[in-house]
Structure formats: structure tokens, C-alpha cells
T-cell receptor
Framework: GAGVSQSPRYKVAKRGQDVALRCDPI?????LFWYQQALGQGPEFLTY????????KSGLPSDRFFAERPEGSVSTLKIQRTQQEDSAVYLC???????????FGPGTRLLVL | KQEVTQIPAALSVPEGENLVLNCSFT??????LQWFRQDPGKGLTSLLL?????REQTSGRLNASLDKSSGRSTLYIAASQPGDSATYLC?????????FGTGTSLTVIP
């Protein structure tokens, strides 16, 4: 595709609700990253995939957060039992390979009420 | 854990001025460093990527330098324009993870 796309762009969830955020990386990109960006802060690393393998999930803040990329392309970030502190922008980035330029999607803005 | 700091947090300059944005990091064992710009409500746009073996990269009016030993990178913007107004973020790559600074908010006044 032309770039990284994410859906939905905006999500309002009630506290306790489960949400799923989707990322479509650039076609052929091996590496995929998820970040969480709080207001006024830089993005914080959540997890990294190389193809379908999740090589690093050390940034996931709790076991309520789960990410997958089953076919090495589209990825989904799932947050179970959302809490107010989960409110943030969730950014996805892909790159052709490790150590190469990252290309970011527009993000999903999540608001938990 | 890698700590990344960007100074200044905000900068306002008149159009046409040259300027320098600073990024410092605590652990010199890095793979690469990438500079991004972020417009309000938007994702990040890559500006320059410097590999750990490189000293600088240039693209148009932008020049980024990297000094691994001192844990510093600078982004030089020549002849600034109002369209350069955005938040500039640096990200330090250490293997699978990237650590971001909190950014410098730049305003170029026409």
C-alpha cells in the first residue's frame, strides 16, 4: 500500500470494555512496531514483530495488552478490560527490515471513559 | 534503560533563521538514530536516519549529526520556513526497541 494505515482512527470505550486496534503495514515490510503516545510525550515502545514472530513485548504495560500478527502482515493490538490510564494515541510503524527507516501510521486515538 | 532528552522543549524563530535542535541519550550502544516531525493530530514523518557507523546525514535543508561517544545528535534546519512548524522527535534504536525523546515544538514566525 501507499503507507501504513490504522483503524479505527478514534475509539471511545467504556471502562472495562475490550478494544481491538488494527494496523496495516506497508506491503512487504518485515518489521512492525506498536507504540503508545500520551499527550505531550514521545511515543513509548510497546512491542515488535519480525514477520509473524513477536520478538519483543517488553513494553506492554500489563497482561491486559496483547498483540498479534498471525500472517506476518496485518497486526492487531488488543486491550482487555480497558482502564482510564489506557487513554492515549496508539501508533503503528513498519520498516523494510531491522535497523531501517520506520514509517508511521496516523494512529488510533483511544479514550476510555 | 535508554533515556532520551531533547532540548529545548519549545523554540520560536523568525522565518529564514537557521536553527539547531538537540537530542542526548544515556547509552552509547545504539544501532541507529532517527529524526521525525509530528504535526498536530498526525502520525510521525521520518526525516533522517543515521546508522551508528555514520556521523551525519543530509536531506535538503536538513542535516543531522551523530556523536555516539558523547551521546548526542543535532538536527540543523537551514533557512527555516513557516511550514517547518511542528514537533521534532528523535528516536534512538537499540536492537528491537526505539526510545523517543519528548520532542521540541518548533514555531517559525512569518
Amino acid at each position: 500500500g501507499a503507507g501504513v494505515s490504522q483503524s479505527p482512527r478514534y475509539k471511545v470505550a467504556k471502562r472495562g470494555q475490550d478494544v481491538a486496534l488494527r494496523c496495516d503495514p506497508i506491503s512487504g515490510h518485515v518489521s512492525l512496531f506498536w507504540y503508545q503516545q500520551a499527550l505531550g510525550q514521545g511515543p513509548e515502545f510497546l512491542t515488535y514483530f519480525q514477520n509473524e514472530a513477536q520478538l519483543d513485548k517488553s513494553g506492554l504495560p500489563s497482561d491486559r495488552f496483547f498483540a498479534e500478527r498471525p500472517e506476518g502482515s496485518v497486526s492487531t493490538l488488543k486491550i482487555q478490560r480497558t482502564q482510564q490510564e489506557d487513554s492515549a494515541v496508539y501508533l503503528c510503524a513498519s520498516s523494510p527490515g531491522q535497523g531501517e527507516t520506520q514509517y508511521f501510521g496516523p494512529g488510533t486515538r483511544l479514550l476510555v471513559l | 534503560k535508554q533515556e532520551v532528552t531533547q532540548i529545548p522543549a519549545a523554540l520560536s524563530v523568525p522565518e529564514g533563521e537557521n536553527l539547531v535542535l538537540n537530542c542526548s541519550f544515556t547509552d552509547s550502544a545504539i544501532y541507529n538514530l532517527q529524526w521525525f516531525r509530528q504535526d498536530p493530530g498526525k502520525g510521525l514523518t521520518s526525516l533522517l536516519l543515521i546508522q551508528s557507523s555514520q556521523r551525519e546525514q543530509t536531506s535538503g535543508r536538513l542535516n543531522a549529526s551523530l556523536d555516539k561517544s558523547s551521546g548526542r545528535s543535532t538536527l540543523y534546519i537551514a533557512a527555516s520556513q513557516p511550514g517547518d512548524s511542528a514537533t521534532y522527535l528523535c528516536a534512538v534504536g537499540t536492537g528491537n526497541q526505539f526510545y523517543f525523546g519528548t520532542g521540541t515544538s518548533l514555531t517559525v514566525i512569518p
